[in-house]
């Protein structure tokens, strides 16, 4: 149940998330440092992204790592401690409380500190350093600084403290959590668990390196070069985009290598949130190179990256997850005794299609519409996302609701596990 | 009663992969059969170590074995030596090993 915990707050967060984009299209039509904006994006960074990444950690760890948690009662108690500093963050940058803010982003960084204190205790002894282990613990030297930096901004909204310029510094903390938390995570799980869900051969070669050397060289030359030497900027962004272009690689070979017949709509979303992160680094790389500038064009970049490649990428994850591990628990002990449904079963693809058709379109729609400049433009994207939320969200209800209620099972639904 | 191949192989397809549809037969995940008397030894793989339905699946091919008249032990060996590959799927099984 760890993991769903997780999971569930993390929905409920993209849900949230969503739900408000058609309000703060005014909002979303200036600049990215607005209260509320600011709200928003953390709502989906720390309640949608990370919430996420964290759960789908407790499950995956075992499988990537092949060891066990340290400590699930440590995962648990964090879980409270983050709800809690998460929640307060959000409510506090809508209202723009910067003092309540600083004790809110304290509370995140205890949560932040227990998971990596959990996850560096299960990596005690440890010696099969594949890929996805590597860029899983460098996902957490990340995670620490990503932390610190914001923290830092937090306290330095009461006590000057910052010796730069508060904007490099706040695109240092973007690109910290985005290229040594987010990206490491995503792609590092992403080389072990896509060739699960496609049945695809494990990918290797020189792909592998440029994700891991982009990102492990990328990150610190792009953020050193954001707040003391502008001419870091530019190597910096190459690096991370050369990332970038490993992990495609990577996805487009296991999406043609695959042995899996069909695509499942969870499959859809991995493989479309995999097309969104060329758009963004694009326009991320003429942001670094100064073709393009200004908020506006910034917006539209954070959108495809952490709308396009970060959350599609969770949403199809999480389609395939959330159904498992509501299956493994209510049925998986049934097999072979009573029918039990297939996994499939548990699914509602008509509102996975919904969601997929909705957000995805939704996000492409909404970053030219921030790019563009107009309200109208971004609130009609903003609809779609949220209808789009909500469809995603009755998915995993459907889902879940084997927890609570079995319901009844029909022929056409079963399988042969049972004889 | 005397347990043949045919049977044992017949049990596994019927034993499935619940996150991808497929037979762990279909999927190639077994890698021999071996029958004495009335005690049957199945060595098999899963798609990757440290798969999350690793006690589940190796509990319901006993199930699945000890289902077929005549079979008194069912002894499951795991080995990631080859390891799985999707070359290994095939849709329809040879039973004959």
């Given at each position: 149940m760890l993991p769903l915990s997780y999971l569930g707050a993390a929905a409920a967060a993209f849900v949230a998330a969503m739900v408000a984009l058609p309000w703060l299209a005014p909002e979303l039509n200036g600049?990215?440092?607005h209260p509320r904006v600011l709200a928003l994006t953390h709502a989906i960074t720390l309640g949608w992204i990370t919430m996420s990444i964290l759960g789908a950690s407790y499950q995956l760890i075992p499988i990537v790592l092949q060891r066990p948690l340290w400590s699930e009662r440590l995962a648990r108690w964090q879980l409270g401690v983050l709800l809690i500093g998460v929640t307060g963050m959000i409510a506090h940058f809508w209202i723009g409380t910067w003092p309540a803010l600083a004790s809110a982003a304290a509370l995140v960084g205890l949560g932040a500190g227990m998971h990596v204190v959990n996850v560096v205790l299960s990596l005690r002894?440890?010696?099969?350093?594949?890929f996805t282990a590597r860029l899983v613990v460098l996902g957490h030297v990340g995670l620490s600084f990503t932390v610190v930096f914001g923290f830092a901004l937090a306290l330095n909204h009461l006590w000057?403290?910052?010796?730069?310029?508060?904007f490099p510094t706040l695109h240092a903390h973007i690109h910290l959590a985005l290229a040594w938390w987010i990206a490491p995570m995503l792609m590092g799980v992403s080389a072990r668990v896509y060739p699960m869900f496609l049945l695809a051969p494990e990918p290797h070669g020189w792909p592998g390196r440029m994700q891991l050397w982009g990102l492990a060289v990328g990150a610190p030359v792009l953020v050193t070069g954001l707040v003391?030497?502008?001419?870091l900027i530019a190597p910096g962004a190459a690096a991370l985009a050369a990332a970038a272009a490993g992990h495609v690689v990577w996805v487009i070979s296991m999406a043609r290598g695959r042995k899996r017949p069909g695509l499942d709509w969870g499959l859809r979303f991995v493989l479309a949130a995999a097309g969104f992160l060329p758009l963004g680094t694009v326009l991320g790389l003429a942001l670094a190179f100064d073709l393009l500038s200004g908020p506006r064009v910034a917006l539209a970049y954070a959108v495809l990256v952490l709308g396009g490649w970060a959350s599609l990428s969770i949403v199809g994850m999480m389609l395939k997850i959330v159904p498992f591990l509501v299956w493994y628990r209510v049925y998986s002990p049934q097999v072979g005794r009573t029918q039990v449904p297939t996994l499939?079963?548990?699914?509602w693809p008509a509102a996975e299609a919904t969601a997929w058709v909705l957000l995805t379109g939704g996000i492409l729609a909404l970053a030219l519409a921030t790019a563009s400049g107009r309200v109208d433009f971004i609130a009609v994207p903003g609809v779609a996302l949220a209808t789009g939320a909500l469809a995603f969200a009755a998915s995993l209800g459907h889902a879940v609701l084997h927890l609570v209620r079995r319901p009844s099972i029909r022929a056409t639904e079963t399988e042969a596990l049972a004889r | 009663m005397t347990v043949t191949r045919e049977q044992v192989w017949t049990a596994l397809g019927?034993?499935?992969?619940?996150?991808?549809?497929?037979s762990i037969v279909e999927l190639g995940l077994v890698y021999g059969i071996d029958i004495h008397d009335d005690a049957v030894h199945v060595t098999m793989t899963f798609?990757?170590?440290?798969?999350?339905?690793h006690a589940s699946i190796t509990d319901w091919v006993r199930q699945a074995i000890k289902r077929?008249?005549?079979?008194?032990t069912v002894d499951v060996r795991l080995t990631f030596d080859p390891l799985w590959t999707p070359e290994r799927i095939r849709p329809i099984p040879d039973r004959t090993r």
């Open positions: 600049h990215y440092y002894d440890f010696d099969r350093w594949t000057p403290l910052l010796p730069g310029a508060f003391a030497a502008p001419g499939a079963a548990l699914g | 019927e034993v499935f992969d619940p996150e991808n549809g497929m798609t990757t170590a440290g798969c999350p339905l077929i008249p005549g079979v008194e």
